[in-house]
């Protein structure tokens, strides 16, 4: 069965510090991988995903994530992070050779970024 | 602009009520989904449905039920027997297996 485990449930950083979200995932088939922000009150919105392809992905606000197969992990970093970026932040994996192809989420990192 | 819109954003239910709550897309997506986010614990499935007329029981099922009458729609209830239902509601859609999914901005229920 497939897991997501965030390594952390709160990151605290001081503003124009560099950021690392760490994410690891079990799964015995290929996976598709993605990474969610959440504002307080709000719905998920995709910040990036990874199906197949360079194992560095780009995604919207400055993020990017790289895909280890190796270390079956999906970390999430941004070199200099803003106030603006505080929230909470979830890695999810489908495994799109399986039976059901919906996405297991890990319990979320809340990211807090100081002045 | 398309999107999913899930309503009412906040709702109060006495104990012992049922209530529905909304959830309508217009992205043509065959796949919807309910979660249930409680602080600290991450997204919970409740159901999903992988085209009209047909939903699956996901993880948290007991105490809710849905329908899924047209592409477009996909209620909850909050049945009765939910013991715990105060928690914000997430309703998503998805394109096909995979593929990620699309949000919408969540019903907030608490039991009053």
């Known amino acids: 069965a497939q897991s997501v485990t965030q390594l952390d449930s709160q990151v605290p950083v001081f503003e124009e510090a560099p950021v690392e979200l760490r994410c690891n995932y079990s799964s015995s088939v290929s996976v598709y991988l993605f990474w969610y922000v959440q504002y307080p009150n709000q719905g998920l919105q995709l910040l990036l995903k990874y199906l197949s392809g360079s194992t560095l992905v780009k995604g919207i606000n400055g993020f990017e994530a790289e895909f280890n197969k190796s270390q079956t992990s999906f970390h999430l970093r941004k070199p200099s992070v803003h106030i603006s970026d505080t929230a909470e932040y979830f890695c999810?994996?489908?495994?799109?050779?399986?039976?059901?192809?919906?996405?297991?989420f890990g319990k979320g990192t809340k990211l807090s970024v100081k002045p | 602009d398309g999107g999913i819109t899930q309503s009412p954003k906040y709702l109060f239910r006495k104990e012992g009520q049922n209530v529905t709550l909304s959830c309508e897309q217009n992205l043509n997506h065959d796949a919807m989904y309910w979660y249930r986010q409680d602080p600290g614990q991450g997204l919970r499935l409740i159901y999903y449905s992988q085209i009209v007329n047909d939903f699956q029981k996901g993880d948290i099922a007991e105490g809710y039920s849905v329908s899924r009458e047209k592409k477009e729609s996909f209620p909850l209830t909050v049945t009765s027997a939910q013991k715990n239902p105060t928690a914000f509601y997430l309703c998503?859609?998805?394109?096909?297996?995979?593929?990620?999914?699309?949000f919408g901005s969540g019903t907030r229920l608490t039991v009053v």
């Open positions: 999810a994996v489908s495994d799109y050779g399986g039976s059901q192809g919906n996405l297991i």
């Open positions: 998503a859609s998805s394109i096909g297996e995979g593929l990620g999914y699309t």
